[in-house]
């Protein structure tokens, strides 16, 4: 049985994480779903979360807006429209983000979209600040 799994999460822009881990946690569109070595393969849609994965005691935080997970028993392969490092996320400008989101969630005449996209938007800022602190 293999000890670790390969995890490879890509962004349009770059190649984020390429490394051996011991466990990964994704958020999953039906919610999170855990991947350990030699799972059966699986392919999910991902929704605005964290996406968690562990190197023995070290577990690490990315925040991730969305995307795919292919996993097979040797890797997981994350196709995610955004995602930040815990290091790389500016806690106060999430708060920001998401006061302005909270405010424009409050306005009742906004249509569908509009709607939707605050409601994103707050989605998006509360997964950040998590992964961020």
């Known amino acids: 049985m293999a000890s670790t799994i390969r995890l490879e999460l890509v962004t349009p ?3 984020l994480l ?3 881990v011991d466990e990964v946690v994704a958020p999953g569109y039906e919610g999170e779903f855990g991947v350990l070595p030699e799972h059966t393969q699986y392919l999910s849609i991902l929704d605005i979360g964290i996406l968690r994965y562990r190197k023995g005691n070290d577990t690490r935080k990315i925040a991730v ?3 795919f997970a292919e996993v097979t028993p040797e890797r997981v392969v994350v196709m995610a429209d955004t995602a930040e490092r815990a290091e790389e996320i500016d806690v106060e400008r999430a708060r920001r983000a998401r006061d302005r989101a909270e405010a424009a969630l409050k306005d009742l005449s906004l ?3 509009t709607y939707m996209k605050a409601h994103s938007a707050l989605h998006r800022a509360m ?3 998590d992964a961020g602190s």
């Open 111 to 113: 249509d569908d979209e």
């Open 65 to 67: 807006g969305g995307g």
């Open 13 to 15: 822009e770059r190649l």
């Open 18 to 20: 390429s490394e051996e």
């Open 127 to 129: 997964a950040r600040m």
